[in-house]
């Protein structure tokens, strides 16, 4: 049973760790395991995220409401379908296909096994290193109004591979768009855009377990989704000024250095892995 003080904790955890790619879900597993809590479980983490999802509709509604707009009227009007914002329409919901399917395939594994801190120490460190890697090779020569269909599908399978906590949905994306030389800017705002589908879809998918037994309370888990709105808003915006400046090294080594950590306790035996 999650606490209300454990609640609001792991949601400033949520909310300061959504959006940057160090991976939350990871954050909302070591977290408890180094306080000594329970973990939360995968139906806690996801609705939780419902509130940083909140604060990305708050954050771009104008964007979200003139892209969802144009892609309802490109259905019936073949002369819309060429625009910009009809075309993103399009990316998102087809990028959103392969977490939706790869998502209701393998959930067994990932609400279980995936959780595995041994999992989550790798996937932070080896994911760490290809953020680190793609960022510092690749050139910016693209902006977010270059985005074609194939890139639009990269970065929805990139998405897929947060399935796995400690991989960052967020991680992966902007990595996959620095990869297809985007700036990181644009990387960035693309990858809260296409998030929005596949979030909202897990949380309430995961929500019909609240008050269940062995699911998540309805009071704290609603405290904790608050406080992640909150800080999540706050996130976004100072990520995306961040990265105006500022290269991917400090998540980076950030990954590595907490990666290296989980499992130096978890070999060690003072946290145990499950």
């Not at 392969?98 to 393998?106: D, E, K």
Request: aromatic residues 10%; proline residues 5%; charged residues 15%.
């Amino acid at each position: 049973m999650i606490s209300w003080f454990e609640a609001a904790v792991l949601g400033l955890v949520q909310g300061l760790t959504e959006f940057l790619p160090v991976s939350s879900s990871a954050h909302l597993r070591i977290v408890p395991a180094l306080a000594g809590w329970p973990d939360p479980g995968a139906a806690f983490t996801a609705v939780v995220q419902l509130g940083t999802m909140a604060a990305v509709l708050l954050y771009f509604a104008r964007d979200l409401g003139r892209i969802a707009s144009a892609w309802l009227r490109s259905l019936i009007r073949p002369e819309v379908r060429g625009t910009l914002d009809a075309r993103m329409g399009w990316y998102i919901v087809l990028g959103t296909i392969p977490i939706a399917v790869l998502g209701l395939a393998f959930s067994h594994p990932i609400e279980n096994t995936a959780r595995d801190l041994r999992v989550i120490g790798w996937s932070l460190i080896l994911f760490g290193l290809v953020l680190y890697v793609a960022d510092r090779v690749s050139p910016q020569d693209k902006k977010i109004t270059d985005l074609g269909l194939r890139d639009g599908l990269l970065y929805g399978l990139a998405q897929a591979l947060a399935l796995v906590p400690g991989v960052s949905r967020s991680g992966a994306t902007i990595t996959a768009g620095r990869l297809l030389r985007y700036d990181r800017a644009s990387a960035a705002r693309f990858s809260f855009l296409l998030s929005v589908p596949a979030v909202v879809l897990s949380g309430l998918y995961e929500a019909r377990k609240l008050g269940d037994d062995g699911g998540p309370p309805w009071g704290p888990t609603i405290l904790a989704t608050l406080v992640a709105f909150v800080v999540g808003y706050a996130s976004i915006a100072w990520l995306l000024r961040y990265l105006t400046h500022h290269s991917m090294l400090v998540f980076a080594v950030y990954r590595v250095v907490v990666g290296i950590g989980v499992l130096g306790l978890v070999y060690g035996g003072a946290v145990a892995a499950q």
